[in-house]
């Protein structure tokens, strides 16, 4: 597929190479038996040989049979990838696939897009990361009414709370593939060698942190994402369970109210008493989750959607000491994020968008949402979460887990906001003060400030 | 033309086209040179022009989209910038400043050692340079696994004698030295590469001379090799800081966007690169890399003068 394409443009090129190659010696030849004849017509070949070069480079696809589809690295991805060739084959489409981590992701749609790029058909964005910027960019196309076309593909079974994140002024920009909660991962074998309960409350869960991290040297009580924009999802669950949240009911910022100043003091503080020695300050997931499925980590919180690195027997040591749990309750109950972590878009400078269109309606389809739901990918679905084939490979205590979080859910993980990754770096502050043991509730005021300053020009 | 074509008459249409032609062959070094110069001025001309443009609006979100002139706005934003900015100049300097000197140090003395002919010296030779092929993020990832401060080698080093494990980078203090201590591992090959190409094309008779003369090693090699290798020098010293000074990748690489949590390795390009690719604040970004265009211009510039004086 990706691959065969680079080789023919490959060959094309050198074939151009080639061509240039003949004309140049051609010219030799001439030059040779008439001298300098005329230098008018070396002056056109001069001209004209930078012009062939350049028009022998890139190809154009637009409006053919190939469709270009951008895709994160995922488990959802995986799945897709494998099933690409059965659409291939239904469709008569031909796909690229192209496929980056979540950063490197980012960084070429922002330059892509910026350049106003029809190299992407498909894309898979983040609504609640970048949703907004892009849709203000207009970088999304609108799918309303493609999503009222189909009433077999039925846009009316995706859950409310995703759909809602998709949608940009009225028009829906995105159609969500994959939803996320946070859930709490802990070693079932630890907790019941030290005789010790799961935690139903954030105070069960430090004290338990705490007792079992003593019984087993070198094991850390609790691990979770440490670096200041990576922790803000996962800190958000933990600010919501407390009572608060980033932005309150009249558009201010939140986050030097006492819930919040305990919610940061708590996270950061479980990490600095408990965690790992020597936390580093720049682990997202991938580093707290090596950690923990190395064994390293009583307790770690974190979303659901990524639970299979923690009990595939490839890539975790305890896969089969995975015990999940609903998030600890917090003075305000127990309040995890639960939303739509990805989605598909189509590029609104695409010139085939009828075709990534269909694309979109068969990676969303309903035999495809429950296929990479039994694959471990939490999906978007209510007819699939109600299918009990939807939850049967899921572990029986997570698939508790996420019944209860899909309940009492907030439906958001960071400040909606349009500049998110900046909100993110300010609400971020205190939580790497309260890791590195400084004062969280200062540092909580000083980012007050600063993020009612941003929130006031975030336009 | 040492072909000539009769013709009856010479119309004014043949005598137009002869004259462009005779004025095209005088001119010819600069007609052929004209497409790779267009070529040049288009690729470095145009993108720096641009740049200089965005910096002066207050273009955000995205580049196409509509923006405000704002002149020196995002300059004087910038140069009061005593959170994120002057802190980031200050690593910049930091970094270059320490790298160079260890790296010319460092390197001085092995392109020394490697110098005068020994036994298996291509063996030797092929190992030093082995760090200079590799590529940078790679580079990265590795120091960053072997960092690690709870699963990396370099703790589990120190455990065997005894000292207690390091943050590495993680630390807030101990980052940015960590990352300088990966820079000269990288790049003092480089530096040894260039000072031996410039002893082995030094003279010997001088060496000779003050060995006649009577003057031990250290008189040798700082009255007589040093002052001979000067050039060379200043050209190693020139192409290492520019390089240092706009060094990304492995900063990238090991501590991610706005270098660390608490901006620890955050050197201008890092922050400009955060300005752009995270906070979308295209003019804010475009202003802080015309300053650090500026600052490496003004630094080439003494240094090729004083290359000059040199020569």
């Known amino acids: 597929m990706f691959y065969e394409t680079s080789i023919t443009n490959t060959a094309y090129v050198f074939e151009c190479q080639r061509t240039v190659w003949n004309f140049g010696s051609g010219l030799i030849e001439r030059e040779v038996v008439m001298k300098r004849r005329s230098v008018l017509q070396l002056l056109a070949v001069a001209v004209v040989v930078p012009f062939g070069v350049a028009a022998c480079g890139g190809t154009d696809s637009k409006a053919t049979g190939t469709l270009r589809v951008t895709l994160a690295n995922h488990v959802w991805t995986e799945g897709i990838k494998a099933a690409i060739p059965e659409f291939e084959k239904d469709s008569g489409l031909k796909v690229e696939l192209t496929q980056l981590g979540e950063d490197q992701l980012s960084d070429q749609y922002n330059v892509k897009l910026n350049a106003g790029t029809n190299e992407i058909d498909v894309m898979m964005y983040r609504p609640l990361q970048e949703g907004k910027l892009f849709a203000k960019n207009k970088y999304l196309a609108d799918l309303s009414s493609n999503v009222k076309s189909d009433a077999a593909w039925d846009w009316a079974d995706f859950q409310k709370g995703p759909v809602s994140s998709t949608t940009f002024e009225n028009k829906v920009v995105g159609v969500p593939i994959i939803t996320e909660r946070e859930v709490l991962y802990y070693r079932k074998d630890l907790l019941e060698a030290a005789g010790v309960a799961v935690p139903k409350t954030m105070e069960e869960l430090e004290a338990a942190a705490k007792k079992v991290s003593a019984a087993n040297k070198g094991v850390a009580g609790f691990v979770a994402r440490t670096n200041k924009s990576a922790a803000v999802t996962q800190f958000s669950s933990f600010l919501y369970s407390f009572g608060g949240d980033f932005i309150d009911g009249s558009g201010k910022a939140s986050l030097d109210t006492p819930e919040a100043k305990a919610a940061y003091a708590f996270y950061g503080g479980l990490l600095h008493n408990h965690g790992p020695a020597n936390v580093s300050t720049d682990m997202s997931w991938p580093e707290a989750m090596a950690i923990f499925t190395q064994g390293n980590a009583v307790f770690y919180t974190e979303a659901d959607s990524l639970y299979k690195n923690a009990t595939d027997t490839a890539k975790s040591k305890v896969a089969d000491k995975v015990g999940f749990a609903a998030l600890p309750a917090g003075p305000a109950g127990s309040k995890p994020y639960n939303v739509p972590s990805w989605a598909l878009g189509i590029n609104d400078a695409s010139g085939n968008k009828d075709n990534a269109w269909k694309f979109i309606q068969w990676a969303t389809s309903k035999a495809r949402t429950l296929a990479a739901q039994k694959a471990g990918v939490p999906g978007p679905r209510s007819s699939v979460w109600a299918d009990p084939a939807g939850t049967s490979t899921y572990p029986k205590d997570l698939g508790e887990a996420i019944a209860f979080s899909a309940e009492h859910g907030i439906g958001h993980d960071r400040p909606l906001v349009i500049a998110v990754a900046k909100a993110r770096e300010i609400v971020g502050e205190p939580i790497v003060t309260a890791i590195t043991g400084g004062d969280s509730a200062g540092a909580a005021a000083t980012a007050n400030t600063a993020f009612q300053k941003f929130l006031d020009t975030d336009k | ?311």
């Open chain 2, 1 to 311: 033309m040492s072909v000539s074509v009769k013709t009856p008459v010479d119309t004014p249409k043949v005598t137009a086209a002869r004259s462009f032609s005779d004025w095209a062959n005088k001119h010819r070094k600069w007609l052929f040179a004209a497409p790779a110069m267009i070529f040049v001025g288009v690729l470095i001309i145009f993108p720096l022009g641009w740049t200089l443009y965005l910096s002066l609006t207050d273009s955000h979100g995205s580049v196409r989209a509509s923006s405000d002139f704002i002149g020196l706005g995002n300059y004087t934003t910038v140069l009061s910038d005593f959170d994120r900015f002057w802190p980031a100049v200050g690593r910049t300097v930091y970094f270059t400043a320490t790298a160079l000197v260890v790296e010319m140090v460092l390197g001085m003395m092995i392109a020394l050692l490697l110098w005068r002919p020994f036994r298996g010296e291509k063996w030797v030779r092929v190992a030093i340079l082995l760090p200079l092929v590799a590529t940078p993020v790679a580079v990265g990832m590795m120091w960053r696994l072997i960092f690690d401060p709870n699963m990396g080698f370099a703790n589990q080093m120190l455990s065997w004698v005894g000292i207690p494990p390091q943050p590495w980078l993680s630390g807030q203090a101990t980052a940015l030295p960590t990352t300088i201590f990966m820079d000269i591992w990288q790049w003092t090959p480089m530096v040894v590469l260039i000072l031996l190409a410039g002893l082995t094309s030094l003279p010997e008779e001088t060496d000779e001379a003050a060995r006649v003369d009577g003057a031990n090693a250290w008189q040798r090699f700082f009255l007589v090799t040093l002052p001979l290798l000067k050039a060379t020098v200043i050209v190693a010293v020139l192409l290492r800081s520019i390089d240092a000074l706009k060094t990304f990748d492995i900063l990238y690489a090991t501590k991610g966007k706005g270098g660390g949590s608490f901006h620890e390795v955050e050197t201008l390009n890092v922050y400009a690169y955060g300005l752009s690719f995270d906070y979308n604040e295209y003019g804010m970004s475009s202003a802080v890399l015309i300053i650090f265009f500026l600052i490496i211009i003004g630094f080439m510039w003494i240094l090729t003068r004083r290359r000059k004086g040199q020569n």
